[in-house]
Nanobody, 118 residues
Framework: QVQLVESGGGLVQAGGSLRLSCAASRSISSIDFMAWYRQAPGKQRELVAEITSGGSTTYVDSVKGRFTISRDSAKNTVYLQMNSLKLEDTAVYYC????????????WGQGTQVTVSS
């Protein structure tokens, strides 16, 4: 089992930047897939960005070119750098992990609120 703890959320003006961090309680080297999800009020949770242990990344179209996911296995931490933030990026952001491609997203953090204001 692994615990994930997100940090870095907050209130930011549109066009600004935030960096979210997800600290794991143990090594993430065996967790092939790490990701950031988000859930806005009244909406379903959506996958924002995913990164494999090999460093391959995927993004939802709405954040491509603005968000960057990265992982630092030495620090057992996953990051989400968010630039050019928009009002529609307002949501609770969750860190998640799954051991392999056929695994469910077994590991979840408690979430961190990101609020983008005009």
């Amino acid at each position: 089992q692994v615990q994930l703890v997100e940090s870095g959320g907050g209130l930011v003006q549109a066009g600004g930047s935030l960096r979210l961090s997800c600290a794991a309680s143990r090594s993430i080297s065996s967790i092939d897939f790490m990701a950031w999800y988000r859930q806005a009020p009244g909406k379903q949770r959506e996958l924002v960005a995913e990164i494999t242990s090999g460093g391959s990344t995927t993004y939802v179209d709405s954040v491509k070119g603005r968000f960057t996911i990265s992982r630092d296995s030495a620090k057992n931490t996953v990051y989400l750098q968010m630039n050019s933030l928009k009002l529609e990026d307002t949501a609770v952001y969750y860190c998640a992990g799954r051991p392999g491609v056929r695994s469910a997203w077994n590991y979840w953090g408690q979430g961190t609120q990101v609020t983008v204001s005009s």
